[in-house]
Nanobody
């Protein structure tokens, strides 16, 4: 059974930082490309960042230079370090595996106040 459990969200002031974590089970984590998505109220789901099995990263234009995705294969965990947060980053954040894309966790709420 595939499970993705996100954590680390919360309420933060603009300019602050948060670190999200996603623990994954039920898939071969080390060979999977992992991704972080977000969904803001009234908006479509947006791909925030991805990281391949070899560590190659890509970012959405809106978060480049502010967010950093990383992974720890031994802990089966993918991280999203979010710095210089803006109110427009407010959303529910989800992690997802490219090769088991039908599975989603419950997400973690990030709220950035102005």
């Amino acid at each position: 059974q595939v499970q993705l459990v996100e954590s680390g969200g919360g309420l933060v002031q603009g300019g602050g930082s948060l670190r999200l974590s996603c623990v994954v089970s039920g898939i071969i984590f080390s060979t999977n490309t992992m991704r972080w998505y977000r969904r803001a109220p009234g908006k479509q789901r947006e791909l925030v960042a991805s990281i391949t099995s070899s560590g190659t990263t890509t970012y959405g234009d809106s978060v480049k230079g502010r967010f950093t995705i990383s992974r720890d294969n031994a802990k089966r965990t993918v991280y999203l370090q979010m710095d210089s947060l803006k109110p427009e980053d407010t959303a529910v954040y989800y992690c997802n595996s490219l090769y088991a894309a039908q599975y989603w966790g419950q997400g973690t709420q990030v709220t950035v106040s102005s």
